[in-house]
Each structure stands twice: as structure tokens, then as C-alpha cells.
């Protein structure tokens, strides 16, 4: 993962996530330059439909949170705000539906 988030290009990962990384790159920078062309190399390296739909939709999802974060000009918190945010979930007995109880 770190050499994939460090370089896509030079990363030691199969020639799919290669080709849908750097689907992801330019439709995410400079959505208005995809052309056709950037699919049929998806589908040339061996990307199904479905898979790069799912990618799509995820990347979609994440740009759209990122880009109205940064409208509003939200910051990450630092590691000990999410520590204290997970114990305050924690100690209201936060759950996912569906899940058991967290053990604190």
C-alpha cells in the first residue's frame, strides 16, 4: 500500500490497478481531459465493468466529501482528537446497526 500511495507507477501491483489508478489521477485533476480512450485502456488492461465502476464510485464519493471539505474549510484532526473522539463514542455506547457492542 505505502508504494502504491507513494508512486502508482512504479509500484509492485498488477497491471489493473495501474490502469485504474491513473484513471482515478485524471478524473480526479483534469476530469474535463478524459476521452474515451482513457476507458478502452482500462478494458485493454483487463479492468472489468464492473470494477471499475465500483472504483469510480468510490473515488467519486471520496472527491465530492474532499471537495466540500475544503469549501468549508475543515481540518483533520490530530491523533490525539480522534483518540478522544473514539473514546467519547466509546463511552456512549456507539454502535454500528447491526453490531454487537464495543468492549471498552
Known amino acids: 500500500m505505502k508504494a502504491v500511495l507513494a508512486d502508482y507507477r ?3 501491483v ?3 490497478v495501474k490502469a485504474m489508478c491513473a484513471y482515478l489521477e485524471k478524473m480526479t485533476l483534469s476530469p474535463e481531459a478524459l476521452t474515451v480512450d482513457d476507458a478502452k485502456a482500462l478494458k485493454a488492461a483487463g479492468v ?3 470494477a471499475a ?3 469510480l464510485f468510490v473515488a467519486f464519493c471520496f472527491n465530492q466529501i474532499v ?3 475544503d469549501a468549508l474549510d475543515w481540518e483533520i484532526s490530530s491523533p490525539e482528537g480522534f483518540a478522544a473522539g473514539a473514546k467519547s463514542l466509546l463511552k456512549f455506547g456507539y454502535v454500528l446497526p447491526g ?3 464495543l468492549k471498552k
Open 10 to 12: 512504479t509500484a509492485s
Open 14 to 16: 498488477s497491471p489493473q
Open 48 to 50: 472489468s465493468k464492473a
Open 53 to 55: 465502476e465500483d472504483a
Open 67 to 69: 471537495r466540500i471539505a
Open 99 to 101: 453490531h454487537t457492542k
